[in-house]
T-cell receptor
Framework: DGGITQSPKYLFRKEGQNVTLSCEQN?????MYWYRQDPGQGLRLIYYSQIVNDFQKGDIAEGYSVSREKKESFPLTVTSAQKNPTAFYLC?????????????FGPGTRLTVL | GQQLNQSPQSMFIQEGEDVSMNCTSS?????WLWYKQEPGEGPVLLIALYKAGELTSNGRLTAQFGITRKDSFLNISASIPSDVGIYFCAGQNQGNKLVFGAGTILRVKS
């Protein structure tokens, strides 16, 4: 089955620790995205990548880092510099063709800082 | 960043009723998307709209791309309990980035 997987589903972290969230897709999509979701708010873009070895900051990139070494994978690291990291994190991907704008989402990872 | 105004924030309706929600923006968009999210899951794409004035249906769901390109609405006819969830609009106007509304929480009384 083609799709996007995120792991783990739930993640707990102590303050001051970095943590990496996994996102993998087998849809052969070029573009991948990371969003943060907080209660009562829409999705906010953290980072995105349109091609391997290239990525751009989104609206709330501070305290986060990413890499895009493979087309299928776009891991997100939440660093200790992120002041309020507890949130639901969503990964998405899309075809790079600009006439095709539909993004498809993974099941999400809920991060809780203890 | 850009903002989409989505309304209503929440709805609590009787099973069988029709539902209507909308999104507006001060910016022009060339794509409007509607997603549904259930608790603890990722959003699922319901309908994609690419042309101003376009009206598209997906079962009991109907969405329209506003003629001014600054708004879109989603209607759900004859609601059922499994329609419960959060519905998000999203717009794209440049590059490969989407802007999301804050969501409409739908609750259905059976």
């Amino acid at each position: 089955d083609g799709g996007i997987t995120q792991s783990p589903k739930y993640l707990f972290r102590k303050e001051g620790q970095n943590v990496t969230l996994s996102c993998e897709q087998n849809l052969n999509h070029d573009a991948m995205y990371w969003y943060r979701q907080d209660p009562g708010q829409g999705l906010r873009l953290i980072y995105y990548s349109q091609i391997v070895n290239d990525f751009q900051k989104g609206d709330i990139a501070e305290g986060y880092s990413v890499s895009r070494e493979k087309k299928e994978s776009f891991p997100l690291t939440v660093t200790s510099a992120q002041k309020n990291p507890t949130a639901f994190y969503l990964c998405a991907s899309k075809n790079r063709d600009p006439s095709y704008n539909e993004q498809f989402f993974g099941p999400g990872t809920r991060l809780t800082v203890l | 960043g850009q903002q989409l105004n989505q309304s209503p924030q929440s709805m609590f309706i009787q099973e069988g009723e029709d539902v209507s929600m909308n999104c507006t923006s001060s910016s022009i968009f060339n794509t409007w998307l509607w997603y549904k999210q259930e608790p603890g899951e990722g959003p699922v794409l319901l309908i994609a709209l690419y042309k101003a004035g376009e009206l598209t249906s997906n079962g009991r769901l109907t969405a329209q791309f506003g003629i001014t390109r600054k708004d879109s609405f989603l209607n759900i006819s004859a609601s059922i309990p499994s329609d419960v969830g959060i519905y998000f609009c999203a717009g794209q106007n440049q590059g490969n980035k989407l802007v999301f509304g804050a969501g409409t929480i739908l609750r259905v009384k059976s």
